[in-house]
T-cell receptor, first 118, second 111 residues
Framework: GAGVSQTPSNKVTEKGKYVELRCDPISGHTALYWYRQSLGQGPEFLIYFQGTGAADDSGLPNDRFFAVRPEGSVSTLKIQRTERGDSAVYLC????????????????FGQGTRLTVV | LAKTTQPISMDSYEGQEVNITCSHNNIATNDYITWYQQFPSQGPRFIIQGYKTKVTNEVASLFIPADRKSSTLSLPRVSLSDTAVYYCLVGFNTNAGKSTFGDGTTLTVKP
């Protein structure tokens, strides 16, 4: 597709339930990032994939959060036993590999999935 | 990761030039400086990126002094549609794999 696609756009779930959030990155982008954004705050890093592997998952808040990217394209963020504090907008971004000497690459963000835990 | 500091909010009027300064005293040698714009209910959108001196594109300019401990995003002749949150990032690098956004600067453009 033309941009990063996230589904669903909105998700309401009950406390204690399991949810999956999907991210379709831009075709050919090898790097994929998940962020979480609470109201009035900047995005908070969760996890970064380079290809199929999680290169950095240090931002995941606890073991209820898990993400996969089995074929190096689509990624799924999974949250078990959801809590009200998990309510936020979950953002996905992708970027192309291709850096030299530490040059950063532009990241393209999706519109996010608004998760509400009631 | 380099921490960034920027003003919480700024007000401007249509047609004015707006300059938003970001401090990043602990920037590393390999870090680039990137600015993103975010509208309500949307994901952040890349505006501009630079390493040193000055970078200009069709929407903004980025000024970076020689010590690289700060940077200034310059938006020429803002319009109402430039009302958004602007984030300064240091180190959005595929080696590092993550970035710290901070809380950004909320720019409000008034008619």
């Amino acid at each position: 597709g033309a941009g990063v696609s996230q589904t669903p756009s909105n998700k309401v779930t009950e406390k204690g339930k399991y949810v999956e959030l999907r991210c379709d990155p831009i075709s050919g982008h090898t790097a994929l990032y998940w962020y979480r954004q609470s109201l009035g705050q900047g995005p908070e890093f969760l996890i970064y994939f380079q290809g199929t592997g999680a290169a950095d998952d240090s931002g995941l808040p606890n073991d209820r959060f898990f993400a996969v990217r089995p074929e190096g394209s689509v990624s799924t963020l999974k949250i078990q036993r959801t809590e009200r504090g998990d309510s936020a907008v979950y953002l996905c971004a992708s970027s192309s590999e291709g850096h030299s000497g530490g040059k950063s690459t532009e990241a393209f963000f999706g519109q996010g999935t608004r998760l509400t835990v009631v | 990761l380099a921490k960034t500091t920027q003003p919480i909010s700024m007000d401007s009027y249509e047609g004015q030039e707006v300059n938003i300064t970001c401090s990043h005293n602990n920037i590393a040698t390999n870090d680039y400086i990137t600015w993103y714009q975010q509208f309500p209910s949307q994901g952040p959108r890349f505006i501009i990126q630079g390493y040193k001196t000055k970078v200009t594109n069709e929407v903004a300019s980025l000024f970076i002094p020689a010590d690289r401990k700060s940077s200034t995003l310059s938006l020429p002749r803002v319009s109402l549609s430039d009302t958004a949150v602007y984030y300064c990032l240091v180190g959005f690098n595929t080696n590092a794999g993550k970035s710290t956004f901070g809380d950004g600067t909320t720019l409000t453009v008034k008619p």
